[in-house]
């Protein structure tokens, strides 16, 4: 088997004195599609956010370790640079771009108009538009999905908004992730959809902030589906940190 792309060892996030990621370990390989499934409050958008290096996100302890470079040492940018990147639940505006100059940008070969098909918009009525707040939350994370295949990146990590089936169908979900790994990404996908889940590779059931399953998606999901969990205390399930 190849080497991994993104392997994190004992990975600990704490904030205000709350262990929020306790010694995560996970591996993830290239073109691999691997499903991270958890209730809510169970640390999956602080590991994006934490991976990504977003601002207030540094970890207590642990290493991660990127296309074979320490990532936990390089600036959001940089990491970047390497092949990593995040649609996020919240996307983001840009005022005064329109979505064709967005999907374009240090992207000249990529077709903007199919990107968007993709996701299901109409290049007609949306390339022109600007990526602002005249633009619904589904509009823009439809465009920002968009956005990422037009990368092609090595590791996109797609944390799906709760709300993500009113936005994307399941078929149109599962159709920019398959384009993503035909096109030679790995793909991290954080979802509550267990129909979306069936598709991946592997898949890891995180809980407490602990990686406490991984496995072929069925037998993830079957016991993530047989949790009483509904927002993450690490009780429920009978979770102990020990």
Same mark, same amino acid.
Request: charged letters at 20%; a negative charge; aromatic letters at 4%.
């Given at each position: 088997?190849?080497?991994?792309?993104?392997?994190?060892?004992? =990975?600990?996030?704490?904030?205000?004195?709350?262990?929020?990621?306790?010694?995560?370990? &996970?591996?993830?390989?290239?073109?691999?599609?691997?499903?991270?499934?958890?209730?809510?409050?169970?640390?999956?958008?602080?590991?994006?956010?934490?991976?990504?290096?977003?601002?207030?996100?540094?970890?207590?302890?642990?290493?991660? /370790?990127?296309?074979?470079?320490?990532?936990?040492?390089?600036?959001? %940018?940089?990491?970047?640079?390497?092949?990593?990147? =995040?649609?996020?639940?919240?996307?983001?505006?840009?005022?005064?771009?329109?979505?064709?100059?967005?999907?374009?940008?240090?992207?000249?070969?990529?077709?903007?108009?199919?990107?968007?098909? &993709?996701?299901?918009?109409?290049?007609?009525?949306?390339?022109?538009?600007?990526?602002?707040?005249? =633009?619904?939350?589904?509009?823009? %994370?439809?465009?920002?999905?968009?956005?990422?295949?037009?990368?092609?990146?090595?590791?996109?990590?797609? +944390?799906?908004?709760?709300?993500?089936? +009113?936005?994307?169908?399941?078929?149109?979900?599962?159709? /920019?992730?398959?384009?993503?790994?035909?096109?030679?990404?790995? /793909?991290?996908?954080?979802? %509550?959809?267990?129909?979306?889940?069936?598709?991946?590779?592997?898949?890891?059931?995180?809980?407490?902030?602990?990686?406490?399953?991984? @496995?072929?998606?069925?037998?993830?999901?079957?016991?993530?589906?047989?949790?009483?969990?509904?927002?993450?205390?690490?009780?429920?399930? @009978?979770?102990?940190?020990?």
């Amino acid at each position: 088997m190849a080497s991994p792309l993104l392997s994190i060892t004992n =990975l600990t996030f704490s904030v205000e004195g709350r262990t929020v990621l306790d010694r995560l370990d &996970l591996v993830i390989h290239p073109c691999e599609i691997h499903a991270l499934l958890g209730a809510n409050g169970s640390g999956k958008t602080t590991l994006a956010s934490l991976l990504m290096g977003c601002e207030g996100y540094r970890p207590t302890a642990g290493t991660v /370790v990127f296309a074979g470079t320490d990532l936990l040492t390089l600036p959001i %940018h940089e990491r970047a640079k390497l092949g990593l990147t =995040l649609a996020w639940q919240e996307p983001a505006r840009f005022e005064g771009i329109t979505v064709r100059e967005y999907l374009m940008l240090g992207r000249a070969e990529s077709d903007p108009a199919l990107m968007l098909r &993709l996701v299901g918009l109409d290049p007609d009525r949306y390339l022109d538009r600007l990526v602002d707040k005249t =633009l619904s939350g589904g509009e823009r %994370h439809r465009i920002e999905l968009a956005s990422v295949l037009a990368m092609k990146p090595k590791l996109a990590i797609l +944390d799906e908004p709760a709300a993500g089936i +009113d936005m994307l169908s399941i078929h149109q979900i599962i159709a /920019v992730i398959r384009t993503l790994k035909a096109e030679g990404s790995a /793909v991290l996908l954080i979802t %509550h959809q267990e129909e979306v889940a069936t598709i991946s590779d592997a898949a890891s059931q995180l809980c407490n902030g602990r990686i406490v399953c991984t @496995g072929s998606p069925a037998l993830v999901i079957e016991r993530f589906r047989g949790r009483a969990c509904v927002r993450c205390d690490g009780e429920v399930c @009978g979770y102990d940190r020990t």
